[in-house]
């Protein structure tokens, strides 16, 4: 919930949400939508613990990464609910 929000403060988080589409290597703005992903896809890797970040740092697409990343997570541990 905090990457969501900080990404979203830096209106950043259609990014990772696949709201912006990828465009093609030869549109003019592809160099512009890569240079935010990488700013994103960095922002996540220096936020996550070093051993989760070497399991997602080669993921170059930050919508493949955050997708990853929210399907290894948002999982329900249903021991751990029960404990709590």
């Keep these: 919930m905090k990457?969501?929000?900080a990404l979203?403060?830096?209106n950043?988080?259609?990014f990772v949400d696949g709201s912006i589409p990828i465009p093609e290597e030869d549109d003019l703005l592809y160099a512009a939508w890569e240079r935010c992903?990488?700013?994103?896809?960095?922002?996540i890797i220096n936020s996550i613990l070093p051993s989760i970040a070497q399991s997602v740092v080669f993921i170059?697409?930050?919508?493949?990464m955050w997708n990853?990343?929210?399907?290894?997570?948002m999982r329900g541990d249903k021991i751990r609910v029960a404990q709590l």
């Design 12 to 14: 950043k988080f259609k």
């Design 68 to 73: 990853d990343l929210k399907d290894r997570f």
């Design 3 to 5: 990457m969501r929000r």
């Design 8 to 10: 979203a403060m830096k």
């Design 60 to 64: 170059e697409n930050v919508v493949d």
């Design 37 to 43: 992903n990488n700013r994103v896809h960095t922002w």
